[in-house]
Nanobody
């Protein structure tokens, strides 16, 4: 059983930055594919970024060039650095972990086995 705990959300003005963290426990972290998703009110959960055990990375088009995903295997933690934030980035951000890997399914919620509780990010205009 993998436990995921997110932190780092908050309120920021447009153009500002935040860094989200997700600490994992209960499994060998280096074997996990880690992802970030977000869900805005009234919308479906959508893919933001993912990083595999081999540190291959994929981003959703709306965040390319602004967000950076990284992992620290020594700390069992994955990060999401968010720069140049926009009001449309406002959402609850979820960390997710997958025990298996498929590049085709990397951006789909169905590939991930475990989810954190979410952290709110609000970007004011």
């Amino acid at each position: 059983q993998v436990q995921l705990v997110e932190s780092g959300g908050g309120v920021v003005q447009a153009g500002g930055s935040l860094r989200l963290s997700c600490a994992a426990s209960g499994y060998t972290f280096t074997w996990l594919t880690m992802g970030w998703f977000r869900q805005a009110p009234g919308k479906e959960r959508e893919f933001v970024a993912a990083i595999t055990s081999g540190s291959s990375i994929k981003y959703a088009d709306p965040v390319k060039g602004r967000f950076t995903i990284s992992r620290d295997n020594a700390k069992n933690t994955v990060y999401l650095q968010m720069n140049s934030l926009k009001p449309e980035d406002t959402a609850v951000y979820y960390c997710a972990a997958a025990l298996t890997y498929s590049y085709v399914r990397l951006s789909t919620t169905g590939m991930y086995d475990y989810w954190g509780q979410g952290t709110q990010v609000t970007v004011s205009s």
